[in-house]
């Protein structure tokens, strides 16, 4: 691999990129325009099978017996599993990731075993030769429940004689460890420095608490897969996913398979955010179809997405901050409660962990506390956990700007982190861009705009870590000097385009002879799941040292045929030169590839790495609305998102990331719940009352790229996609709070929530 | 395979027929935007369904002597498209019209949105406001009914088996008459009415308002005719001190529910101001015809 | 009981299926035809990913029986580009970026040129407004209005 400092001199000097920062079609275009292109549901094989989920009626019951004898007999009906189909796993098996993942729940959360936990959860699968079939028979498997009292919410979850969710589960983190079982999971806790004595020296403090509900990802593609075994016990898997690799890996768990037996194919995938990186049907249609003997398709119903597919947390969250009458910031304070859904494992570490790191603060404090409740199990969505900590912390600042008549704007300029700051979470940042979205955002039009009757203005910055992890690329050289650029990371937005860029910049060949692909679990080397803002750094780093690799591998060809020193050859602009030009033309790469036999075989290129130096990104949004002061309606009229993305490959995606965050941080301010009724059942199963923003809510969003590049890539790339939603929900409510002159903290800000607190004042 | 029928009959009669012969159990489709989606929900009764879409009676409108007549099942982009209508019921067209997508415009049908029987409805208040009528088709044959008198609670209606709705009937209207419906919405489009409100109303030559309608959606088990909002404006200039009365009697006629859409107070204050804002827009369509 | 024999004409083309009564017509395309350019976000109406038009009209494939639509004319995605000659919207689309997963891009797609054949010159409001049906999750809609306004365009000469 190459220096990492000449890359940086590179972007730092005169020198530009001849393909990085250019907006070419994306290589999988075509066929997404043309309907040609294959999603989770569009995959069929001779001989398939229908499967469908017999899902709860109730929040909270035991199981008393299942019979399936009257749905087997119905013609049609090839197969039927249950929990008891499923192996028992070890409690203790666990794997951290962006939200730690416990198997033996997640097992439980495929297919209930003793006990069903939440609306919509699965109970029984069902195999037939149609889906028509299927569909009938879901209705003739007889569950037999003794219903309990369900736990909706983290303050009736955490009340002393609440129900208990789990027998046995004591609050993990806390000393000493309690011999009552309980709600709550577990307790994290960051800090720096004497929160309690910084606090003491503030001449101002502002303190409040914030509530927040349940929304989902939104994704329109709802999770399909078909799965087919073999006699030799050999699955095939094909399935929408955010990573082929996850699904084996957890197949190969939760059925207790040797993975070297699973092969996952991805498909395109509709949108995942997150809800993409755990598997629901995929375990149910391997052993569907081991049983009957025929591959199983599988598709879920948008009230399936809804009920049953990981949403993300609501909860509550209280945040203090202490300052002095200057406007620096002395200390702040987050306690928060996150419900995790019906198993342990809330972003709420996350939260904790995200919430200040914008700001350079000496003291502070985070404490959080994982909850269990009776809905869906928390699945990851875009940034996890740090939308809500933003919404609590941002509030507070806006608010602290207020009372100190500073603008808010400045009040963030003064206290911003900075290259050497340390986090909440103990890190010291290299060089961020914090600031620079913050001065940029100072000189908007937009911010420096008037505004009308009614009409508010929020500001709010928001903190992403980003994550590396082992990425896998291969660069594969074709006989007429074509290249194919293969990874095991699922195309989400996009990546495509920016894996083939990167390729074409250190090939130096156009990007039209580059042919990005996303391959399958045997054709490539593993791959961590597309996540956590990943892709382009990591994996666009595995791409960048593969096609080094391959440049390497031609250059050795020239200077065997040339007859030259390895180091007498050079890499320019797509060919091998020799040093002294005057003795050898160069070769292209089409030249090289066309000796390939006479020079060693067919050339290659490989890289399998572990990605560290993830580059922190932050960002930062202004929001207008107008208030309808007697209905509550609000509109957003304005609304700007600046980020340090470090380098933008592709600047048309990155701008998509950073519009397409913000829209679904607004959905989350103003409309996005879920709606429990009295039982616990899901009122909302459906995108008519599950609200995301519609094309005519939205305003164009003005995206602004700051460049500050990560010294950790080798072209300064930072993630882009996460932290786009981790501004929005407060810069709404600050919006919102200023249109109407009334403090809003409870999301989302619904039109009667609104009207009620314009009525109470 | 289900053993669900599907009948598309071409004439009243025939339809009439299928539904008697049915006894109760087939369900009439007209654009579908609801039935279909209690098909896949699982949530439909019944064993059969009667496309009523091919009866040419129910595709057509016409300019009668005295009024319109617009069959049941004309679509919502059909009847955005017809100019007269939009010109004399402003009011009825935005009703029908306000109903979800572009796509679901397509489809969606006045008869449809009436006889599924939600009280939310979006078409059902300007009808009911315009003081339209119905015309029904049974096992008896033909009877006419207000449109006020068709929904009797949520998903129920007065429509006997057999029965179903051919068309509607809007009167001419007399000069300086103007008509307006509004409901509200969390969002800008694809919701359903929290609150629809709905107001048309006649001025005498000196600009008093002569005769006045109100009708409210989604505030009560069916969608409701407020006489007494319509009398705060009648004999008045439709002034502000009489906006406010109206208001308060459209806000007091409400008996609403709390659910995922709003809140019995939300609705309740809602309704007078929508009630407000829609005498106002029909005040000046009024004043302009 | 026995299925039904539904005669249409697809992107131009006479197209023949069977189908049962429950069936809708994103069902018979997708299923029977193999036709699999309309998705299925929602089966309810609301996402509007499986748009289609029928007889011109554009409608929700999910919410159409199948058996519905015998002796009409359909048109779907996989007729918008003529051979390997994209539509301008498809061209726009990919031009401006206007798709991230993609999903939703050949409802959007069938719904924009259903807007500019009624409206050659819309507004930004009023593109909208009439896509309002159409869900996107992915790009918070900034781009597929642009690439829709732009295709309008290049289709009026400008």
Known sequence: MGNEKDYLELIDGEKKFRHIGTRPIRPDGVDKVTGRANFGADFTMNGMLHGRVVRSPHAHAKIKSINSTKALKLKGVKAVVTGKDFPTLDPSDKAVGEVTVSFFDMSRNVIARDKVLYDGHAVAAVAATSPQIAEKALALIEVEYEVLKPVMTVSEAMKKNAPILHKGMKTSGVEPTPSRSSNVASRAEFKLGDVNKAFKEADIIVERDYTTQTVHQGYIEPHACVADINADDMATIWSSSQGQFMVRALVAKLLAMNTSKIKVIPSEIGGGFGGKTIVYLEPLAVLLAKKAGRPVKMVMTRDEVMRATGPTSGGHARAKIGAKNDGTIVAGELEMEYEAGAFPGSPVGLGCMTGFAPYNLKDVSCVGWDVVVNRPKAAAYRAPGAPVAAFAVESAMDELAEQLKIDPLKLRIKNAAVEGTQAPYGVKFPRIGCLETLTEAQTTDHYNSPLGPNQGRGVASGFWFNIGGQSSASVMVNPDGTVIVATGSPDIGGSRASMALMAAEVLGIELKNIKPLVADTESVPYSDLTGGSRVTFATGKAVVEAAEDAVNDMKRRAAKIWDVDFDQVEWKDGSACCIETDVHKPMTIADIAAMAGKTGGAISGKANINAKGAGAAFATHICDVEVDPETGHVTVLKYTAVQDVGTAIHPSYVEGQMQGGAVQGIGWALNEEYVYGKEGQLQNTGFLDYRVPVASDMPMIDAIIVEVPNPGHPYGVRGVGEVPIVPPLAAVANAVSHAIGIRMTDLPMSPPKILAAIDAE | ?289 | MAKYHVKTTINGDPAEFLCGTEQTVLDCLRDELGLTGSKEGCSSGDCGACSITLDGRLVCACLVLGVETEGKDIETIEGIADGDDLHPIQKHFLQEAALQCGICTPGFIVAAKALLAENPNPTETETRYWLAGNLCRCTGYDKIVTAVMNAAAEMRGE
């Open chain 2, 1 to 289: 395979m289900s053993d669900l029928q599907f009948s598309s009959p071409k004439s009243v009669k025939e339809a009439v027929e299928i539904l008697s012969a049915s006894k109760g159990k087939a369900r009439v489709l007209a654009g579908g935007t609801d039935l279909l989606v209690q098909l896949r929900a699982g949530r439909m009764s019944g064993s059969m369904i009667v496309d009523i879409k091919n009866i040419p009676e129910l595709r057509s409108i016409k300019k009668e002597k005295n009024g319109f007549t617009i069959g049941a099942a004309v679509s919502g982009a059909e009847l955005g498209a017809h100019k007269a209508i939009n010109k004399a019921w402003p009011g009825v067209v935005e009703g029908l019209e306000l109903i979800g997508s572009t796509q679901i415009q397509g489809r969606a049908s006045l008869g449809g949105n009436l006889c599924n029987g939600s009280p939310a409805a979006d078409s059902v208040p300007g009808l009911i406001a315009a003081g339209a009528t119905c015309k029904i088709a049974g096992p008896k044959g033909l009877r006419t009914s207000k449109v006020e008198d068709i929904v009797l609670g949520p998903g129920k209606t007065s429509l006997k088996t057999g029965e179903f709705v051919v068309s509607f009937f809007l009167p001419t209207r007399p000069k300086r008459s103007g008509d307006a419906y509004l409901r509200f919405i969390p969002r800008t489009e694809m919701d359903i009415a929290v609150v629809g409100a709905s107001v048309s109303l006649t001025l005498d030559k000196v600009g008093v308002c002569s005769e006045a309608r109100v009708s409210l959606g989604a505030v009560a088990p069916k969608p409701l005719l407020v006489a007494k909002a319509a009398s705060a404006i009648i004999g008045t200039k439709v002034d502000d001190e009489a906006l406010t009365e109206l208001s308060l009697a459209a806000s007091a006629a409400c008996d609403p529910i709390d659910d995922k859409r709003g809140t019995v107070e939300y609705r309740t204050k809602v309704a007078g101001v929508l009630a407000r804002r829609a005498a106002t827009i029909a005040l000046e369509r009024a004043r302009g015809n």
